[in-house]
């Protein structure tokens, strides 16, 4: 009996030892985490002069343009910020074109919720305040604020078992088999339902330079749902690069060093107001990325007049001369098991025979030829993994120019 009372109480004290021990590596392990998590925070929120709070509830830090995240690359200890481009698609860089004056400037609607509580002052950029949960939401520090690997449409050969494996899911039209030094469009702004926090939905253009395998360089702007990168289901304005698809390299937004921002009135990452509604009124934005032939960065233009900024050169290998391939329309993550399939809606979450106020659209497609002129594209393909779930058809006339609508409700009886 001695023993086995012995043995018990020696197991339990064991017992009591693993769990003190377990507890204390878990209390270790969550302030390791908390420790990482503050110290990318502060790497990420830098320093404000002002600060604005958006009926969203996101926070708008103003901070001085020369200390905004990108300058922590060690590349752009150096650099001149350059404030404007040198040269504009449509030809020589005018001070009109740019919509310099207040007059022509208060003119274009702004489309951004926090404009709601003030603006930032000149020589700052507003750049979203990123927030522990924010952080917490992604699978590790290292990865938040960066696109999962293999989730760009390879058009010509794409593999279905390449293609199912990673969720992404497409409906796009593009262009290749030439050297592109940019691309424009206007794309109809929707808020796309999400069926679960991991997925989102966007749309966006892709600049593309590259094989399609590890080196594939890309510049993408547009908007996005994204629960799990954001927090909620608003429709908001996005940016990403990488110059290693997708691996190490690049990040949504300000979430790293590399775009270098210059505009002051629009945030990377913030709501986009109004949205488009079924059967009623459509918004749409425009969004222009080219390269400026004398300095060679890479140039993003928001709406009739908004310079954002530049991603430099130096970031890319191929698109450091040129881009092979521009890519237009949605994307949406498929995290179903089983081969089932999301209910994640693209665009407007209605196929695009729909048609005009219904479905969404892209319109006014352009590309930035070698003379630095924009024009129209010709032959332009079309692409889509699956169109029961996403479809794409495209059009011209003289109002739109090259267009197509794109899009679907995910699952429904001819998408399972």
């Not at 343009?65 to 752009?76: E, G, I, M, N, W």
């Not at 593999?159 to 409906?171: I, K």
């Amino acid at each position: 009996m001695g023993f086995g009372f012995g043995s018990t109480l020696l197991f339990v004290f064991c017992l009591w030892g693993l769990l003190i021990s377990f507890s204390s590596s878990t209390r270790l392990g969550a302030s390791r985490q908390k420790f990482e998590v503050n110290k990318h925070l502060n790497r990420l929120n830098k320093p404000p002069i002002k600060t604005i709070q958006s009926p969203d509830g996101d926070v708008i830090d103003c901070v001085p343009v020369s200390k905004q995240p990108a300058f922590d690359h060690p590349f752009l200890k150096d650099h001149k910020i350059q404030m404007r481009p040198s040269f504009h698609p449509e030809g020589l860089f005018e001070e009109n074109k740019l919509a310099e004056n207040k007059e022509e400037k208060s003119s274009i609607p702004l489309n951004q919720l926090w404009h709601a509580g003030g603006k930032c002052p000149e020589d700052t950029i507003p750049i979203r305040r990123t927030k522990e949960d924010d952080v917490l939401r992604a699978s590790s520090v290292k990865r938040y604020g960066r696109k999962k690997h293999k989730s760009i449409p390879k058009p010509r050969s794409a593999e279905p078992d390449l293609v199912n494996q990673s969720g992404h899911q497409h409906a796009i039209a593009y262009i290749e088999g030439d050297k592109f030094y940019g691309a424009k469009a206007t794309i109809n702004v929707w808020e796309p339902k999400i069926q679960q926090a991991n997925e989102f939905s966007l749309s966006q253009l892709w600049i593309l330079g590259g094989s399609f395998g590890q080196d594939l360089n890309s510049i993408e702007a547009g908007w996005q749902v994204s629960p799990d990168l954001y927090g909620d289901n608003n429709t908001r304005l996005f940016t990403y690069w990488t110059s290693d698809a997708y691996q190490a390299t690049g990040c949504y937004n300000l979430l790293c060093s590399g775009f270098i921002q210059v505009s002051s009135d629009i945030a990377m990452g913030a709501s986009i107001s109004p949205i488009s509604s079924y059967r009623d009124s459509q918004y749409d934005i425009s969004i222009l990325i080219w390269k400026d032939p004398k300095e060679g960065h890479w140039w993003m233009q928001f709406g009739n007049g908004y310079v954002m900024g530049y991603w430099p050169s130096f970031l890319f290998s191929y698109l450091a001369d040129s881009a092979t391939m521009i890519e237009w329309g949605g994307e949406v993550v498929n995290s179903e098991p089983d081969g089932q399939h999301t209910s994640t809606q693209m665009g407007s979450g209605h196929f695009p025979e729909e048609g005009f106020g219904k479905a969404s659209y892209f319109r006014n497609i352009q590309v930035v030829d070698s003379s630095n002129n924009l024009k129209a594209p010709k032959s332009i393909g079309t692409y889509s993994e699956n169109s029961n779930c996403y479809d794409v058809q495209t059009g011209s006339n003289s109002d739109w120019g090259h267009y197509f609508y794109y899009g679907g409700p995910g699952k429904n009886p001819n998408c399972q």
